[in-house]
Structures are given as C-alpha cells and as structure tokens.
C-alpha cells in the first residue's frame, strides 16, 4: 500500500550515540515533516520541508537535523542523543503546506 | 503559539451517544483539519474544512467552523467502540511563511460498549 514508511519501529540508543531515523514516501508529496509526540504535550513539530532542497525548523528543532536531497526521503539525524530525546517519532507528507497530511507509524526510541 | 487547543482533553461516553469535540485556535487561518490516532499509530485526516465555510459532513462526522470566534466543533454522531481514539485539530495558516500546519494536544475519546 502506498504511503509513509519509517524505520525502525523502535530503538534503544544509549546517550552519546546518533542515529538516524528514515522515512520514505511514495505519493510524489512536495511537503514532509517531522514531529515528536510525547504524553500530555500532542505532537511538536521538528523540522520540515516545503519542498526537496529546502528544510526549516519548526518548535523544537535542538539536537536535530535533517535533510530533503529528493522528494522521497526525509531522514532525521540525532547527533548525540539525550535522555529527554526519548519519544515517538512520526513522519508525515502532504501534497503542499494546506493540504492533509499522511502520516508513518511511528519510531519509538528511548535514549538511555 | 498558532496552536489550536482542543476541549474536552479527555472524553468518555457510552456507545450510541454523540460525540462532540471543540478546537479553538488564535489566528486566521486558511482551513482547518481534524485527525484521529488509534493507541500506537500515526494520525490519520478525517476532515478539512475551509475558512470560507461554515459545516462539513463526512458519514457520522460533522465539523463546524465559526472564524468570529476561531473556533471549531467535531461531532461523531452514533458512536460506536471502534471510535476510541485521540482526536486532533490542526490549524493550516494563510500565509506562505514557512511551517503553516499547528496541531492541538488532542481528546481522548473513550466510547464503552
């Protein structure tokens, strides 16, 4: 089925180490993003992008990065992770900034 | 913040009882989107309705939208148990300035069978 794809499902990192969470989709949408969504504070938004080439930061960018070098992929890299790090991953796509947004089922990583 | 803000945060009804579900936010807005989140998935889109617009139904959905107020109401009409599930509101701004998508905190919607 067409859609999001991320990965892994779930990781335990210990502090220090970095990581990158993928995320692919496969409807041709110009407009990804990435959120955390952590208990009693809905989803934050960490980065996104409007189109492949450009990227901005959106609520809590710190400690993140990510990158669009396609329409495809939009990979969100963890330098050196932190405990307060530990959340839900999820990525979203949309065809432009108005319209809905698909999401993935989530990375659930936990930062030790 | 943009931040739209639902209210009740948490909601439990008996199964066949209406559903209803507020979002208030604090800006103008191009449209505004309802979602829903099953426990341990990602959101999935019920909903948009535009500014220009009043009501959207969607089988047992219906969403208003009052911009004087900057506010708007979800109803699920009959529920049924599948409905449990955390329900967002996301406010799509006007301008193209960079991230225009705000998303709630949600309700929690518990519907006993």
């Known amino acids: 089925t067409a859609g999001i794809t991320q990965a892994p499902t779930s990781q335990i990192l210990a502090a220090g180490r970095s990581m990158t969470l993928r995320c692919t989709q496969d409807?041709?949408?110009?407009?990804m993003y990435w959120y955390r969504q952590d208990l009693g504070l809905g989803l934050r938004l960490i980065h996104y992008s409007n189109t492949a080439g450009t990227t901005g930061k959106g609520e809590v960018p710190d400690g993140y990065s990510v990158s669009r070098a396609n329409t495809d992929d939009f990979p969100l890299t963890l330098a050196s992770a932190v405990p307060s790090q530990t959340s839900v991953y999820f990525c979203a796509s949309s065809r432009d900034a108005y319209q809905p947004q698909h999401f993935g089922d989530g990375t659930r990583l936990s930062i030790l | 913040s943009q931040q739209g803000e639902e209210d009740p945060q948490a909601l439990s009804i008996q199964e066949g009882e209406n559903a209803t579900m507020n979002c208030s936010y604090k800006t103008s807005i191009n449209n505004l989107q309802w979602y829903r989140q099953n426990s341990g998935r990602g959101l999935v889109h019920l909903i948009l309705i535009r500014s220009n617009e009043r009501e959207k139904h969607s089988g047992r959905l219906r969403v208003t939208l009052d911009t004087s107020k900057k506010s708007s109401s979800l109803l699920i009409t009959a529920s049924r148990a599948a409905d449990t599930a955390s329900y967002f509101c996301?406010?799509?701004?006007?301008?193209?300035?960079?991230?225009?998508?705000?998303f709630g905190t949600g309700t929690s919607l518990t519907v006993i069978p």
């Open positions: 409807m041709r949408h110009n407009a």
């Open positions: 996301a406010t799509v701004l006007p301008a193209n300035t960079g991230n225009q998508f705000y």
